[in-house]
């Protein structure tokens, strides 16, 4: 059973999943943007570049490692991307970042995913855009995020996933940004270790 999650929310990923979560894939999706021509006639498709990423921080609140379009996977190879998709064609997941929660190292206390527009889009011109986090021994859906909320940023910290008494939980930070990496973030994602 999925979550819809909102802003603020806090989730047990193995309550959500009835089982103890050891692989886990976190799945972003959109579409190109449809632009309409001159009465309706010579409408386009606009390739949208959105990025998925995931920063690794220690027990300092310190940055320990980064996954993203440049580096697809981290030092330690607990968590990989499946590469950059900079157009949005295609049904379902359009970038995935897979995390095996058993191998991240014991330092590492916190990772937050964000989604970025690369291309300068803001969100309220993505259709369809949503992340969600997979149960990936089964495929099954524990949680997921709608990004398509009407508004003129082109970043979201998407969300949080920290260890709590020996178990991983995820907040849903859902928090709105402007830039076209996850560096121009670091500021605001600081607030939320």
Excluded at 94 to 109: F, G, R, T, W, Y
């Amino acid at each position: 059973m999925s979550v819809n999650l909102s802003k603020g929310q806090k989730i047990s990923l193995d309550k959500e999943a009835g089982a103890t979560l050891t692989h886990i894939t976190m799945g972003l999706g959109w579409d190109a943007v449809k632009t309409k021509g001159f009465l309706g006639f010579g409408s386009k498709t606009e390739a949208v570049d959105l990025d998925a990423s995931c920063v690794m921080f220690d027990e300092n609140k310190s940055t320990s490692d980064i996954v993203w379009f440049r580096q697809l996977k981290s030092k330690d190879g607990s968590i990989v991307h499946t590469g950059d998709n900079r157009t949005g064609a295609g049904d379902g997941d359009d970038e995935q970042i897979n995390v095996d929660l058993s191998k991240v190292p014991a330092n590492v206390k916190s990772l937050v995913f964000t989604v970025n527009s690369f291309t300068g889009q803001n969100f309220s011109q993505v259709e369809n855009a949503y992340c969600r986090i997979l149960n990936a021994s089964n495929n099954q859906e524990v949680a997921r995020f709608n990004l398509s909320v009407q508004g003129s940023h082109t970043a979201q910290i998407m969300a949080k996933l920290y260890r709590h008494n020996g178990e991983w939980k995820m907040h849903a930070i859902g928090e709105n940004g402007n830039g076209r990496t996850f560096d121009d973030l670091m500021p605001q994602i600081s607030v939320h270790l």
